[in-house]
């Protein structure tokens, strides 16, 4: 194995000498179509964000509808035209906007934008590799990418709107094109972009997972990769094994929405008309999109915990407790994600048996993540914390990850399920465990990994400002919702102004709104945080952070093939932060134990017999010294 | 000259409109811009203040602090505002069950709660905490502290048990509460037909003979919405109803679909719910226990109605498809029974004799596979 490891960085080193003699970088070669993971990472990275930004705008416009349901809004209208009629959003548009939203931010910001960014700038830094292991694949994957955010946000030019029947596109509604107006050429677009999207994200998942068993430099044996590259190699094989699933799903309902099939249609009679389907099941395609849709929410979060586990470790200068628990508890979310998806389905229709069974699959796998959050505080404890706004990031994910993941308890049970289904409950329960944790996580990566990215540092004041705002405020708006939830109000309504018991909610809608509103311009900060430091910030030192992985070890002039000469060995794991006896509070994973001996610990050598006879030695020879000390 | 003037005076209102639009746009925008300002003049000072303390000697803000002292704000603050919620928005939610097995399902949500809450209290207490109490200092050097498998093993093992006591009360709960068949012994329950379309619901009760007939959505018509069989004998004495009105303490089976897309029958004061799905009979058993005159006394709302609302995403009209149930009494519901028309309404009858004395071989009856199925 390691053999061939070397091998491999020898062939690649040559290749990446020829690079330097022949290969000029044209623009387009250099920004455009590039090969570079980082390139690749940054072009992720500022999609991710533009989306990220569209979709949040879009939230805001049905968060006014739903504060202010009889009031209107000329500057709606003057923006949207026919979707806001005498500046009230019509009820189809703010159907569309929530689709939309919810579509956009869980694929392609906290999806592709997460994992398409860390993952590729990552992998191959952490690892000590010169790229991907198909460079070209990677473009095509961005590619991919970008064509199916152009095809999605197209959809708001169509005739009748995008799509809008929630983002799970359930069939009935999604594939008669006469339910509802965005079932039309919206959805059609739709289902184009999430194919795009699905063969992107294959593509990327291929590359990282080969990458990373595969191209690992001298040393890296699995347990000595940090958590971050963990997360994303589990992610990796979840999308793999999980995205086609849905392509399957969705081109059955293309079937089904163009050619006449009834793969989920049956029995139908829309505005009195009876239409010819028989024989379909509306439950196969939520059995199909859940069985994507769950292993989707560790796909959003994995990166995200793998991140935050990187950023408190470093910044609390302490080692991440218990790193094999972490990466076991990793591994069991992931087994597990697969068999949780009938959670989602508990009132649907579908066998109650089967809903027992998803119940206890589904509390099992609150184990792994309770102790992930355990890990997390021990973490902490007795450290030397400096809050760097990536960590202040990290610890709301944390916060949000606990508050969040709670009331999953509650959802997971079957027999709780029945009166919180599709209320404002689950809103609030997975905008935090999963919406507000996961882009905490993103939002830290990006704070963290700037320097490495950009060779600048980001304004340190500004990041504060920028997470005390969003903080605040995603607990201001999502906290409430919760207890909506509990009194009935279901999700997806348009106005509550039809129900004289949920009239008492408008004054806490209108709460959340401008909780909303706060955290949405708070995003400004980070915006122009982020460009000016991209041009203008100041230069970042080599290894900003005192961190030990192997990308701070990489110069920080971006190469083609990331450092110049040999690539680093590595000899330890990535958490070695103020082990006792060694004058720094980090040693970064090239530093060989022969060059650390006042510092190693007998577990240190637990496969090496010859380093543990080296250590025994001279800690009795130096014994004496330290007692005098 | 007035037709000019007639033509004039929209248009003029209309940029007076217009531009009173973008003057409170601007001035929203302003506001803005001014609150970035200020943000900036802050920052400003902040660097000044930061860059006099360095010329002089002394130590520059220590950010660390801030930061750790805001988390302890934070939790303080967070706390109360939990709290609050727990106090005030907790009084808002529903009224107690209506429904017997709703009874069960609100306990072990309390006791979920419960465990939940304190949960919840003691980490965000332990993160922020720490947070507060560990932040960075030059003099002090982090506790090298990688794992401590006893410690780890306990924190797997107690969150394991406590899940398990749940899961298994969930588990029969659940079990209990889906089983729609009728229980030997217990009191027979009446069945009512709930059709979903977009944006309604329509109600169909049994006749005297206390069966539902057979549907068949080939046979619907503009007048046979529901494309009751008629074939069936058990279809003709069926009532139709605007309202669902349920005897207090008396079993009831909703057999449930939907015409066009899925929709979702949810009562939430009887903490029932289950999906409506087009080609997919479904079923939800329960025994309503207060009266809508008992819950308008205990709610001191004089207006109070029992509702089922749709909630799943149905297209433009889910947020307004709603249905008033009405929970009486034995007596006053056998009234409202006598008052109800039968489905079989005068033009339904002469719509079906005209199909059935033409095509009288086509009216055969078919079993109807999917219901046999459900059963």
Not at chain 1, 602 to 622: R, S, Y
């Amino acid at each position: 194995m390691s053999t061939i490891a070397v091998h491999d960085h020898e062939v690649a080193h040559h290749g990446h000498d020829d690079h330097e003699h022949h290969h000029h970088d044209t623009f387009i070669t250099k920004y455009i179509f590039s090969q570079d993971h980082k390139m690749i990472a940054k072009q992720f990275l500022i999609t991710g964000i533009t989306m990220a930004v569209i979709a949040m705008i879009l939230s805001i416009l049905f968060r006014i509808q739903l504060a202010y349901p009889d009031k209107s809004f000329p500057l709606l209208e003057t923006l949207l035209g026919r979707f806001a009629p005498g500046g009230h959003l019509s009820p189809d548009f703010y159907l569309s906007l929530v689709t939309i939203h919810g579509t956009i931010m869980v694929f392609f910001v906290l999806t592709a934008g997460l994992s398409g960014t860390f993952s590729n700038l990552l992998i191959p830094l952490q690892l000590g590799a010169r790229d991907m292991a198909s460079p070209f694949l990677n473009m095509l994957s961005y590619w991919f990418f970008f064509m199916a955010s152009v095809i999605m946000l197209s959809s708001f030019f169509v005739q009748k709107g995008p799509a809008s029947g929630g983002w799970t596109i359930y069939p009935p509604l999604s594939a008669l094109p006469k339910a509802m107006p965005g079932s039309g050429e919206g959805m059609t677009l739709w289902l184009i972009s999430m194919v795009l999207f699905v063969a992107s994200s294959l593509m990327g998942g291929i590359n990282y997972v080969s990458t990373v068993l595969n191209m690992r430099t001298k040393g890296m044996d699995l347990w000595k990769m940090p958590l971050t590259i963990w997360a994303f190699f589990l992610t990796a094989v979840l999308g793999v094994l999980a995205f086609p699933v849905l392509v399957a799903g969705v081109v059955l309902l293309i079937f089904d929405r163009s050619f006449g099939t009834s793969f989920y249609l049956s029995e139908i009679v829309l505005n009195g008309q009876v239409m010819p389907y028989e024989g379909g099941s509306p439950i196969l395609f939520q059995h199909l999109f859940w069985f994507l849709g769950h292993p989707e929410v560790y796909i959003v979060i994995m990166p995200a915990l793998g991140i935050s586990s990187e950023v408190i470790a470093t910044n609390s200068r302490k080692p991440i407790f218990g790193y094999h628990a972490m990466v076991y508890s990793l591994i069991g979310i992931a087994v597990l994600s697969f068999i949780v998806w009938g959670h989602h389905m508990f009132v649907t229709g579908m066998n109650p048996f089967l809903g027992g069974v998803f119940m206890i699959t589904t509390l099992i796998i609150a184990v792994p993540s309770a102790v992930k959050t355990f890990n997390y505080l021990a973490t902490l404890w007795r450290g030397n914390i400096r809050f760097t706004p990536a960590m202040l990031f990290a610890i709301g994910l944390v916060s949000f990850f606990i508050s969040g993941g709670l009331t999953g308890i509650f959802l997971g049970n079957a027999a709780l399920d029945i009166n919180l289904h599709d209320t404002y409950f689950v809103v609030a329960h997975f905008h935090l465990v999963m919406g507000s944790a996961a882009i905490f996580g993103m939002l830290s990566g990006v704070y963290h990994w700037f320097p490495k990215m950009f060779g600048r540092l980001m304004d340190e004041k500004l990041g504060y400002l920028h997470f005390w705002l969003t903080f605040i405020g995603a607990y201001l708006v999502f906290f409430p919702m919760h207890f909506m939830g509990l009194d009935g109000v279901p999700r997806r309504y348009y106005a509550f102004t039809e129900f004289e018991s949920m009239k008492r909610w408008l004054s806490v809608n209108m709460f959340i709104t401008w909780a909303a509103i706060m955290s949405a311009l708070a995003q400004v900060a980070f915006l122009y945080n982020f460009i000016t430091s991209i041009f203008w910030g100041k230069k970042t030192t080599q290894n900003p952070w005192n961190s030990n992985t192997l990308e701070w070890t990489a110069p920080v002039e971006h190469l083609h093939g990331n450092w110049p000469g040999e690539i680093p060995t590595v000899y330890r794991w990535p958490y070695d932060y103020s082990k006792p006896g060694h004058d720094e509070d980090f040693i970064p994973q090239t530093v060989p134990f022969s060059q650390t001996m006042s510092s190693n610990l007998p577990h240190d050598f637990e496969d090496n017999e010859a380093g543990l006879e080296a250590h025994n030695k001279w800690h009795l020879a130096n014994k004496p010294k330290e007692e005098v000390k | 000259m007035a037709q000019t003037a007639a033509a004039t005076t929209p248009a003029v209102d209309a940029d007076a409109a217009n531009s009173a639009m973008w003057t409170s746009v601007g001035y929203y925008v302003l506001l803005f811009v001014l609150a970035a300002i200020i943000v900036g003049i802050v920052g400003k000072i902040l660097r000044v203040y930061d860059l006099t303390l360095q010329i002089q000697g002394k130590k520059s803000i220590n950010w660390n602090r801030v930061m750790g002292i805001l988390f302890a704000i934070f939790l303080v603050v967070g706390f109360y505002g939990a709290y609050w919620e727990f106090t005030n928005q907790a009084t808002m939610h529903l009224p107690e069950a209506a429904s017997v097995h709703g009874v069960k399902l609100d306990d072990m949500f309390m006791v979920t709660f419960g465990i939940t809450v304190i949960v919840f209290f003691l980490t965000q207490f332990l993160l922020f905490g720490f947070a507060f109490k560990y932040k960075g200092s030059d003099k002090r050097k982090a506790y090298f502290y990688p794992h401590n498998n006893t410690i780890e093993k306990l924190w797997t093992v107690i969150p394991a048990i406590v899940l398990t006591v749940l899961v298994i009360t969930g588990f029969f709960t659940w079990t209990k509460i889906t089983n729609s068949a009728d229980v030997a012994g217990d009191a027979k329950a009446m069945n009512i037909d709930i059709t979903g379309h977009q944006f309604a619901w329509e109600i169909r009760y049994p006749g005297p003979d206390g069966v539902l007939g057979k549907k068949d959505y080939k046979k619907v018509t503009g007048i046979n919405k529901l494309g009751v069989d008629f074939s069936d004998k058990y279809a003709m004495d069926d009532l139709s109803a605007d309202t669902i009105v349920l005897p207090v303490n008396r079993p009831v089976r909703l057999n449930i679909i939907a015409q066009d897309v899925i929709h979702s029958v949810y009562m939430p004061h009887f903490r029932v719910q289950i999906n409506a799905v087009p080609g997919l009979p479904t079923y939800f058993k329960f025994t309503p226990t207060i009266t809508t005159n008992a819950m308008k006394a205990e709610t001191d709302n004089p207006k109070f109605e029992y509702l089922l609302y749709c909630n799943k995403i149905c297209g433009g009209g889910h947020y307004n498809m709603q249905k008033i149930v009405r929970v009486v009494t034995d007596s006053e519901y056998q009234t409202w029974l006598t008052q109800q028309k039968p489905y079989l309404s005068d033009p339904l009858k002469k719509e079906l004799k005209m199909v059935v004395d033409t095509t009288p071989k086509q009216v055969a009856p078919a079993p109807d596979k999917k219901l046999a199925l459900n059963y």
